[in-house]
């Protein structure tokens, strides 16, 4: 990740601002990767509804913050190339990567609440797996300490014609399956227009406690990485 203060909130355009404003500004320079079928199987041989549980509480604190690339994201992709490619009469001989078959049937499962999820902790046998819902939660916990700013009228009209952000992360099932395919298909594409940064936090310039909160902000966007990559380094098959 690239953290930058800028006058502009599009510094790859080049632009310039006015120098009322300041922008803190996170991206990253490549998307992390992150194996969970291992994780998936291990959850499920505790509790039939942790790898669901698991999987929306960890990508719900993280796209709090920065863009992760999921398999919704390859399905909303394939969903839109089946809307391109309508009418075309090559389309039936068109290949787009099968992610609905790489997806867990035990992500079909009901989520558990979080004061379910420390109900179930406590009958969890795995010491390993104790470990990875201990560091989810205070995933969880950091993410939440606040919120993203919503960026006014004015901060949007700025990046009408820009891409969206670059994925900080992509998670996948098993290495090289249909949620990678499609994220590396839609990868060539990216970069044709500058894409909208992950994180914005305004700094005004004339507000000391406006630009303290956005200081806060940033505070709990750094912890919330920092509790993601040390629970990732415990995942297996994950060499980070």
């Not at 995933?139 to 670059?166: C, G, K, V």
């Not at 249909?178 to 992950?198: H, K, R, W, Y």
Request: proline share 9%.
């Amino acid at each position: 990740m690239t953290l930058t203060l800028s006058s502009t909130v599009d510094p790859i355009s080049g632009g310039e601002g006015d120098g009322s404003n300041l922008y803190l500004i996170a991206d990253p320079t490549q998307a992390g990767y992150l194996v969970l079928g291992p994780t998936i199987k291990a959850l499920e041989r505790e509790h039939p509804r942790l790898p669901a549980t698991f999987y929306r509480i960890f990508t719900s604190s993280l796209n709090r913050w920065v863009r992760v690339f999921d398999y919704q994201d390859a399905l909303e992709r394939n969903e839109m190339m089946r809307d391109w490619y309508e009418g075309d009469p090559d389309a039936a001989s068109i290949e787009l990567p099968d992610v609905d078959a790489a997806v867990p049937t035990a992500l079909k499962q009901k989520p558990l609440s979080l004061p379910g999820l420390r109900q179930v902790m406590t009958r969890v046998r795995t010491p390993e797996v104790r470990r990875w819902l201990e560091c989810l939660l205070a995933l969880e916990m950091e993410s939440s300490l606040a919120q993203p700013p919503e960026l006014d009228p004015e901060i949007r009209d700025q990046l009408h014609d820009t891409n969206p952000p670059l994925p900080a992360l992509l998670i996948v099932f098993w290495k090289h399956d249909a949620i990678e395919a499609a994220f590396d298909a839609e990868a060539d594409g990216m970069l044709e227009v500058s894409p909208e940064p992950n994180l914005i936090l305004p700094v005004r310039t004339d507000d000391f406690g406006y630009a303290r909160d956005s200081f806060y902000k940033l505070g709990c966007f750094l912890k919330a990485l920092s509790r993601a990559s040390e629970l990732m380094k415990l995942l297996p098959e994950n060499d980070i």
